[in-house]
């Protein structure tokens, strides 16, 4: 069972920052928070992870709660291109073969 | 960049045929995934390798079967084909060690006739 809990979709007007939230309030003080994405009929693309702190990319950024129980993943500048099904995930640090279990995610719409 | 590609991105087979999908990797990466992903029941794995000539089940493993000769290289073999194999196929690799993220080919939409 997915460990995380996402609305099921949401709406984002192009060049608008996009604010997807996620909820993983069971998470382990040793997982990482994951995201990625599946555009339509393509394979989940990794966007970012982090543990603790928040990270930012070329991508997007990932801000944490203080209590980890929580995070929101942030495309500062929507784009038509970025409307695609959005996955949390929280995995283990030390693993090597962990499996993926994607819940349903959010259904992000980029509109123009 | 990483990469992890398929070798066909859409592919109509008929029942009783035996299947090859092949998945590459240019990443050096120890860890090779086979997922299929259905709607409605996400993301099931069906073989993971962990190593060359090493495989482990997934959830899924009956009617599949896997062959890793090459560090970059991890087939998915469908022995005989059947319509409730029809899916999208998703191949992964990733780094052996602590936080290794999974790279994910394009996929491979299987239809079984």
């Known amino acids: 069972d997915a460990k995380t809990t996402q609305p099921p979709s949401m709406d984002c007007a192009e060049g608008r920052a996009a604010n997807l939230p996620c909820n993983h309030s069971t998470i382990s003080g040793n997982e990482y928070v994951y995201w990625y994405r599946q555009i339509h009929s393509q394979g989940p693309q990794y966007i970012i992870h982090?543990?603790?702190n928040n990270e930012t990319n070329e991508m997007a950024s990932l801000i944490i709660t203080e209590d980890r129980k929580s995070s929101t993943l942030i495309l500062p500048h929507a784009t038509l291109r970025d409307t695609a099904v959005y996955y949390c995930i929280v995995r283990p640090a030390t693993s090597g073969t962990y499996k993926y279990i994607f819940g349903t995610g959010t259904r992000l719409k980029v509109l123009a | 960049d990483v990469k992890v590609t398929q070798s066909s991105r859409y592919l109509v087979k008929r029942t009783g045929e035996k299947v090859f999908l092949e998945c590459v990797q240019d990443m050096d990466h120890e860890n090779m995934f086979w997922y299929r992903q259905d709607p409605g029941l996400g993301l099931r794995l069906i073989y993971f390798?962990?190593?060359?000539?090493?495989?482990e089940k997934g959830d899924i493993p009956e009617g599949y079967s896997v062959s890793r000769e090459k560090k970059e290289r991890f087939s998915l073999i469908l022995e005989s084909a059947s319509t409730n194999q029809t899916s999208m196929y998703l191949c992964?690799?990733?780094?052996?060690?602590?936080?290794?993220?999974?790279?994910f080919g394009p996929g491979t939409r299987l239809t079984v006739l």
């Open positions: 992964a690799s990733s780094r052996t060690g602590g936080g290794d993220t999974q790279y």
């Open positions: 390798s962990y190593d060359v000539k090493m495989k």
């Open positions: 982090g543990l603790k």
